[in-house]
């Protein structure tokens, strides 16, 4: 199975602030059928991108997703408060499906 | 707007099956084109996909769970379920289902349940 990378672990960044996430392939993630998920305290992972740069329905523009074969990044433009939780990536282009261990977005 | 919703014992003895129902309401499990999953999450960590089934019964397993995992849908109720058998404490999970949009030729999930946590313990 496809194992995902997430770095870094724990992100420490202040509300405006750029953020950028990795995620990281074992192998080519085929037809960038790569997701990714918001995750706050207490709540399911809401889907924020699928198709490694599609967003989701009602997902603002400020999160945009890029990357192909086994690189994929996550960026925040300008960080709001509401934005501070654990990111998922996902690849589904393989069977089975699998999820990255996350990367923490903290406020500093 | 799509909702679902996973119900079932939160506290399962060792070595006994684990049985939840996710009830979908919004939608009909039956239009096609989306798969309806089972995914879980142990405490402070990652996510584990489980497995999916069609309307039609289809149904795809994670090979790490196969031999234990059954799933199957109940189209008159527009309920799906898990059942997840000889169970230890390394199941203790939140269960969360979900509903996979399969329409780009594979599938990822775009709505899930608040999720519901499953102790395994005597």
């Known amino acids: 199975e496809i194992v995902l990378t997430q770095s870094p672990g724990t992100l420490s960044l202040s509300p405006g602030e750029r953020a950028t996430l990795s995620c990281r392939a074992s192998?080519?993630?085929?037809?960038?059928?790569l997701a990714w998920y918001q995750q706050k305290p207490g709540q399911a992972p809401r889907l924020l991108i699928y198709?490694?740069?599609s967003r989701a329905t009602g997902i603002p523009d400020r999160f945009s997703g890029s990357g192909s074969g086994t690189d994929f990044t996550l960026t925040i433009s300008r960080l709001e408060p509401e934005d501070f939780a654990v990111y998922y990536c996902?690849?589904?282009?393989?069977?089975?499906?699998?999820f990255g261990q996350g990367t923490k977005v903290e406020i500093k | 707007q799509v909702q679902l919703q996973e119900s079932g014992p939160g506290l399962v003895k060792p070595s006994q099956t684990l049985s939840l129902t996710c009830t979908v309401s919004?939608?009909?499990?039956?239009?096609?084109?989306?798969?309806w999953s089972w995914i879980r999450q142990h405490p402070g960590k990652g996510l584990e996909w489980i497995g999916y089934?069609?309307?039609?019964?289809?149904?795809y397993y994670n090979p790490s769970l196969k031999s234990r995992v059954t799933i199957s849908v109940d189209t008159s109720k527009n309920q799906f379920s898990l059942k997840l058998s000889s169970v230890t404490a390394a199941d203790t999970a939140v269960y969360y289902c979900?509903?996979?949009?399969?329409?780009?030729?594979?599938?990822?999930?775009?709505?899930w349940g608040q999720g519901t946590l499953v102790t395994v313990s005597s």
């Open positions: 979900a509903r996979e949009d399969c329409s780009g030729g594979s599938c990822y999930s775009d709505y």
């Open positions: 919004g939608g009909s499990i039956s239009s096609g084109g989306y798969y």
């Open positions: 089934i069609y309307y039609s019964g289809s149904t």
């Open positions: 192998q080519s993630v085929s037809s960038s059928y």
């Open positions: 198709g490694a740069s």
């Open positions: 996902q690849q589904y282009g393989s069977f089975p499906q699998t």
